[in-house]
């Protein structure tokens, strides 16, 4: 693993956390803390998305056939991740239901993980 690829589970790990503060935040009836750990989130997202597409360039630049489908789909599955965490939070702060935002959130978040540790090369577990 490289520096880009520390990077990135490093800043998807802390926006797992910022997402847990700001959900309990917003349920202790703490909007205003909860919405600091919001926008500190929302913030994240962007360094998610530099070292996530840094990742991505990589096999642009050096994968084909199935492993490059394989990039693409995990790359989408981690923006889908975003959004579910995006659902989530907003969904706690005006207090309605996130049911669905959850589901999708762990759907994505399994096929991102599987994809990204397991499959592609530049996880931690390849398989192939």
Same mark, same amino acid.
């Given at each position: 693993?490289?520096?880009?690829?520390?990077?990135?589970?490093?800043?998807?790990?802390?926006?797992?956390?910022?997402?847990?503060?700001?959900?309990?935040?917003?349920?202790?009836?703490?909007?205003?803390?909860?919405?600091?750990?919001?926008?500190?989130?929302?913030?994240?997202?962007?360094?998610?998305?530099?070292?996530?597409?840094?990742? =991505? #360039?990589?096999?642009? /630049?050096?994968?084909? $056939?199935?492993?490059?489908?394989?990039?693409? *789909?995990?790359? !989408?599955?981690?923006?889908?991740?975003?959004?579910?965490?995006?659902?989530?939070?907003?969904?706690?702060?005006?207090?309605?239901?996130?049911?669905?935002?959850?589901?999708?959130?762990? =759907? #994505?978040?399994?096929? /991102?993980?599987?994809? $990204?540790?397991?499959?592609?090369?530049?996880? *931690?577990?390849? !398989?192939?």
């Amino acid at each position: 693993m490289d520096g880009q690829t520390h990077l990135h589970i490093t800043s998807w790990v802390l926006a797992l956390i910022l997402l847990g503060l700001t959900v309990w935040f917003d349920r202790l009836g703490k909007p205003k803390v909860g919405k600091v750990f919001h926008m500190i989130l929302r913030l994240d997202y962007l360094l998610i998305l530099y070292s996530g597409g840094s990742l =991505i #360039a990589v096999y642009f /630049a050096n994968a084909s $056939g199935a492993m490059l489908g394989e990039a693409i *789909i995990k790359s !989408l599955a981690g923006l889908w991740v975003i959004f579910a965490v995006e659902m989530i939070a907003v969904r706690a702060q005006k207090r309605v239901s996130a049911k669905s935002a959850w589901i999708q959130f762990f =759907i #994505a978040i399994i096929i /991102a993980l599987v994809l $990204g540790f397991g499959r592609l090369p530049m996880g *931690i577990l390849p !398989l192939s």
